[in-house]
């Protein structure tokens, strides 16, 4: 069983940069595609990145793309997305999900099955 646990969301300017840490135990997380999700009020959960077991393969978002880097460490069996010029629009819950297989290709949250508890990301002046 994976269990989850995300880091590192606050209360950010516009412009401004967050690092989330997706931290992993029970498992060795270097076997397992994972995506950050991110759950705005009122709007289902999007795909904002995901990568790859090995971390050699990323996708991320047209909404993200060239602000937001996935990356991980799986020798701390962590994944972290660092958030660079951030928009009121990234405003959200974001979550980080572990799935055994290709998942990462696709980004999609129903093919995600074990999830951490979210982490609150608010862009406000």
């Known amino acids: 069983q994976v269990q989850l646990v995300e880091s590192g969301g606050g209360l950010v300017q516009p412009g401004g940069s967050l690092r989330l840490s997706c931290a992993a135990s029970?498992?060795?997380?270097?076997?397992?595609?994972i995506g950050w999700f991110r759950q705005a009020p009122g709007k289902e959960h999007e795909g904002v990145s995901c990568?790859?077991?090995?971390?050699?393969?990323?996708y991320y978002s047209d909404s993200v793309k060239g602000r937001f880097t996935i990356s991980r460490d799986n020798a701390k069996n962590t994944v972290y997305l660092t958030m660079n010029n951030l928009k009121p629009e990234d405003t959200a819950v974001y979550y980080c999900?572990?799935?055994?297989?290709?998942?990462?290709?696709?980004?999609?949250?129903?093919?995600?099955?074990?999830w951490g508890q979210g982490t609150q990301v608010t862009v406000s002046s």
């Open positions: 999900a572990a799935d055994r297989g290709s998942s990462w290709l696709a980004c999609l949250p129903r093919d995600f099955a074990s």
């Open positions: 029970g498992v060795r997380l270097d076997y397992y595609s």
């Open positions: 990568v790859s077991g090995g971390g050699y393969s990323t």
